[in-house]
């Protein structure tokens, strides 16, 4: 038995993955807004301008298709994952290009040399981000997965819409 076989663990990475389907028709339907998300065990929070029944027909159809074995709509590119894996191989290279330093002068002197091996961190971190959504974060397999609401809250010119899920 892994961490990820826990029920409230599956419950999160199924709906996870369902909030990226949703993410990914939208952004083809809408391309130039800005939208982002949130999962938990009971659903999703989608923020940004959308309209709820255009939101309540994406993630119809994101359900549907990731039924259908579209399991590539469960990775997104701005997926919060992509971004704790750079931050990760790119602090973990810079600081171990610190060890041993003592100075303050050694420091700056190996300030160029961290630089480097940040962004090397960067580069290396690119495809990791989508394989560890794929294998850990985000599954493409909805399984029992169903809808049970999609409801608008606002606070005053902004809304979000939260997506409520059982199964």
Known sequence: MTILDFPILSRICRNHGLEHATLNILNQR?????????????????????PTEDLRAAVIQALARLHAGERHLAIHPNCGTNYVVCGFIAGLLAWLGMAGAKSKREKVDRLPFVIALAMLGFMLSQPLGPKIQERITASGDPESLSIVDIFPIRF???????VVTQG
């Open 30 to 50: 809408f391309p130039n807004r800005t939208l982002a998300g949130y999962s938990s065990p009971s659903g999703f929070l989608v923020l940004g301008a959308v």
């Open 156 to 162: 005053g010119k902004f809304t979000l819409h939260r």
